[in-house]
């Protein structure tokens, strides 16, 4: 993995406590729907014992000329620094890593506890679903706050 400085473009509120943040993408970073990158805040006003770097899904779509990530605002002071960031914020990536990325047919797929069927995924997080969903890829799965199908979970992060 590679390790580049970026600017924090812009950041917004995307459900509550939820809050999307889109990056510049440095040249050559290239990656695939459901990789993630390592974010590292340089120089943070406020600190604590999980320290200044997280792993964040990659929230934008391969083609788009930013990066983006989404989290949950919780007590981290890094999530909270981030959140009070003004645009033009320097932070250090490093990424992309992972390879949660899509299945090509045929695929296995699990018995989830409702009956539903749904791909194996391992992970209870919604940025991946968010743009399979947006980009065309819409499978049934079970997302996170007990909905059964992923373009409901996507929906409700677009408000």
Do not use: W
């Not at 990659?58 to 989290?71: E, G, K, N, V």
């Not at 890829?137 to 059964?148: L, Q």
């Amino acid at each position: 993995m590679s390790t580049y400085k970026v600017q924090l473009q812009k950041s917004e509120e995307v459900a509550e406590g939820t809050m999307a943040f889109y990056f510049e993408r440095p040249g050559g970073f290239d990656f695939k729907a459901g990789q993630f990158l390592e974010l590292t805040l340089i120089d943070p006003p406020a600190t604590d014992e999980k320290g200044n770097t997280r792993n964040f899904t990659i929230a934008s779509a391969p083609y788009q000329d930013h990066l983006m990530i989404t989290t949950r605002i919780r007590d981290s002071a890094l999530k909270h620094t981030l959140r009070n960031s003004a645009p033009s914020t320097e932070v250090r990536i490093e990424g992309p890593g992972g390879s949660f990325t899509l299945l090509q047919p045929p695929y296995r797929r699990s018995r989830v506890p409702d009956g539903a069927s749904a791909p194996r995924n391992g992970t209870a997080g919604l940025s991946s679903h968010r743009y399979r969903n947006r980009y065309g890829t819409c499978r049934s799965v079970v997302a996170g706050k007990g909905r059964t199908h992923q373009c409901e979970h996507a929906r409700a992060i677009r408000r």
